[in-house]
């Protein structure tokens, strides 16, 4: 213990002389919240009905790793397990699919705070805010991979009731935990080949959005976002919730919008459009995921994508209007791994990014030293980064290296092996 203080303190000197407070970023590290996304536990199946292994709009998890989560139970079990060893507090991002419905059969337009009131309970238990999602997937009235642009009336109705439920649970949800709750709208409406129409779905879903979002709602209870994607499976020509749609929508309507960073083209950097965007609407929100060749949802790493990401919100002074969210489901590995491995790479980035001297550097900038710039950013490399984040693991009473993994060995065999 004595030397990893002595080793902090020195590490500590090394950041002050570039003119970086240590103590600070650790606290500011501590008040960032991750939402910890529910669907990396049982692979995007929900628990509306016995056999909830149903993927489709665009949704797909790969792999079977033993021990996944079968009851809500386990899920908040496996849960529970990886908050533990992930420093900080952090939020629950729960989509509708997830129910708490006892058995009983309630379609997704009939769904109140009830079936949600058990994941509230356990959030308050744990100390946890809550976001959440309406699932607009894997469900009959989305198997031609329509909803709220749909032709038919009846099934469109049917979608826009859904999410005003959706958003009246996220107000209570928030109003019972004292933090509001991000309710976030992501469709799979599009077209696997080229649409002749593709002004009609879109002037739908835009009717079907003024519907669902026309009541107003506290924001001290909840937040409305709008998440677009490139493209999907069985989407692959045209997504009616384009970025383009989604960003118009969100500026005149002034909501949050949500980027997801498995959701543009590889070439594209989600870092680049924060500063963009945020002139324009209140909030975003950042679903931290990493796409391989295509939006694959590989679990987060902390890479140069990730950390540009968590760079340009420290550096723009964001922190306060953006909300981070991980959303990746990979079922190749040890689920319980793999929310740690995200999370806790995701929070070294920003870590990484709080400790960086960007006063001295503008400073650079601002007179055209872009030799010295250069020169301070390389440099920064090789900082002591890990003893930074070994002392906040330490003051979380979190296993600060690999040696976590010896804990999710141990659940996998006591635990995850008996499940079949």
Known sequence: MQETTLSYSAARELYAGLGVDTEQALQTLASIPISLHCWQ????????????????????ATGNYPGKARTIDELRQDLQTALSLIPGRHRLNL?????????????RNEYTVEHFQS??????????????????????????????????????????EHGIACRKIGAEAGRQLGTPAVTNIWIPDGSKDIPVDRKGPRLRLEAALDEILKEP???????????????????ESYVVGSHEFYLGYAITRQK??????????????????????????PGILLHVSRGVRWDSDHVVIADDQTRAI??????????????????????SINRIAAWIIGTRSLLKCLLASLLEPTRKLRQFEAEGDF???LALLEECK??????????YCHRHDVIAGPRWMDEVKRYEREVLATRT
């Open 256 to 281: 949050l919008i949500c980027l997801d960073a498995g959701h543009f083209h590889p070439t594209e950097n989600v870092s680049d459009k924060i500063s963009s965007v945020l002139q324009y609407v």
């Open 41 to 60: 536990g049982d692979d995007v199946g929900g628990f509306e009905h016995e056999n909830s292994a149903l993927s489709g709009g665009g949704i797909q």
């Open 382 to 391: 090789s900082m002591p980064l890990g003893v930074i984040w070994n002392e």
């Open 310 to 331: 968590t760079e340009e919100v420290i550096r723009g002074g964001f922190l306060g209007r953006t909300h981070f969210g991980l959303d990746f489901f990979d079922a």
């Open 119 to 160: 994941w509230i309970d356990w959030c308050k238990a744990h100390g946890m805010g809550m976001d959440f999602n309406p699932s607009f997937f894997s469900h009959p009235l989305a198997n031609d991979g329509l909803t709220l642009s749909h032709p038919d009336e009846a099934i469109r109705q049917f979608w826009i």
């Open 217 to 235: 709602i506290d924001a001290q209870y909840n937040l409305d976002a709008l998440e677009s994607k490139l493209f999907g499976i069985g989407s």
């Open 371 to 373: 030799t010295s710039r």
């Open 95 to 107: 989509h509708a699919c997830y129910a708490d419905l006892g058995g009983k059969k309630v379609e």
